[in-house]
């Protein structure tokens, strides 16, 4: 059974029509890359998987019920995690607060419900060590990170509140060479424990390390859906220019 699934999803603005009958499915525990050119309907289609856009038409189901109309808190209290491309961290606070941003842990003292820091930095520290995030304490500045590890501070958030899907956007857009390979191995790390990735990304390097199957995006359209042992990057780009593989270059 497929941990995600949508069926036939169409969503317009006006007269341009953003999404044109998507389908395609996501199962447990798999990583999943989501590819095409700018403008090509990712991230229309990604909102509208997270509650900010409504379908005009088509379904979407995620663990077996139908996502279509619910709030995107009621879709995140589902188990969709969505790591967008700037993180959205506070720059100036630390790792455990922004791990907790907004679901903080608090405490009854004296009738007032307070922070509890103390109890979000024990459990900060516990989903760094089990994630193998290479920050060195929960009580750095977010802003002074690298940029892999700012983006192991935003998987940690996500994993928090055990997602069994984490949507990420362009994760490894702007790093270095060694961060990059960091972030392929949290994603592979989630997939070990069972959660599925959809991956968007236009690096085809990192696609083809760590994703189980390519979906390409062309108009609002998906125009190819392969396992990527069956594949090429050169019959991806094919896909996503809408050029004949043998023209394109590589």
């Given at each position: 059974?497929?941990?995600?699934r949508?069926e036939?999803?169409r969503k317009?603005?006006?007269?341009?029509e953003?999404l044109?009958?998507v389908?395609?499915?996501?199962e447990?525990?798999s990583?999943?890359?989501?590819?095409?050119?700018?403008?090509?309907?990712?991230?229309?289609?990604?909102?509208?998987?997270?509650g900010?856009?409504?379908?005009?038409?088509?379904?979407?189901?995620?663990d077996?019920?139908?996502?279509v109309g619910m709030?995107?808190?009621?879709?995140?209290?589902?188990?969709?995690?969505?790591?967008y491309q700037?993180?959205?961290?506070?720059?100036?606070?630390?790792?455990?607060?922004?791990?907790?941003?907004?679901?903080?842990?608090?405490?009854?003292?004296?009738?007032?419900?307070?922070i509890?820091?103390?109890?979000?930095?024990a459990?900060?520290?516990?989903?760094?060590?089990?994630?193998?995030?290479?920050?060195?304490?929960?009580?750095?500045?977010?802003?002074?990170?690298?940029?892999?590890?700012?983006?192991?501070?935003?998987?940690?958030?996500?994993?928090?509140?055990n997602?069994?899907?984490?949507?990420?956007d362009?994760?490894?857009?702007?790093?270095?060479v060694?961060?990059?390979?960091?972030v392929?191995?949290l994603?592979?790390?989630?997939?070990?424990?069972?959660?599925?990735?959809?991956?968007?990304?236009h690096?085809l390097?990192?696609?083809?390390?760590?994703?189980?199957r390519?979906?390409?995006l062309?108009?609002?359209?998906?125009?190819?859906?392969?396992p990527t042992?069956?594949?090429?990057m050169?019959?991806v780009?094919?896909?996503?220019v809408?050029?004949?593989?043998?023209?394109?270059?590589?």
């Amino acid at each position: 059974m497929s941990l995600l699934r949508l069926e036939d999803v169409r969503k317009s603005f006006g007269v341009i029509e953003a999404l044109r009958g998507v389908t395609f499915s996501v199962e447990p525990g798999s990583a999943v890359a989501l590819v095409g050119d700018n403008g090509a309907g990712k991230s229309t289609l990604m909102k509208t998987i997270t509650g900010v856009h409504t379908p005009d038409a088509g379904r979407i189901e995620f663990d077996g019920q139908s996502l279509v109309g619910m709030a995107p808190g009621a879709i995140r209290a589902a188990g969709i995690e969505m790591i967008y491309q700037d993180l959205a961290l506070a720059k100036q606070r630390d790792v455990a607060t922004n791990i907790f941003l907004g679901r903080e842990i608090t405490r009854n003292v004296l009738g007032l419900r307070l922070i509890d820091a103390k109890a979000m930095r024990a459990q900060a520290e516990a989903m760094i060590e089990k994630l193998g995030a290479r920050v060195k304490s929960v009580t750095q500045i977010a802003g002074q990170l690298s940029g892999g590890q700012q983006q192991s501070v935003a998987i940690a958030r996500a994993l928090t509140f055990n997602p069994k899907l984490v949507i990420m956007d362009e994760p490894t857009a702007a790093l270095a060479v060694r961060e990059i390979e960091h972030v392929l191995d949290l994603i592979r790390t989630l997939k070990s424990r069972g959660i599925a990735v959809i991956l968007i990304s236009h690096r085809l390097t990192d696609v083809f390390a760590v994703c189980d199957r390519i979906v390409v995006l062309r108009q609002g359209a998906v125009i190819a859906e392969d396992p990527t042992s069956a594949t090429s990057m050169k019959a991806v780009v094919a896909h996503i220019v809408g050029a004949a593989e043998e023209t394109v270059k590589g």
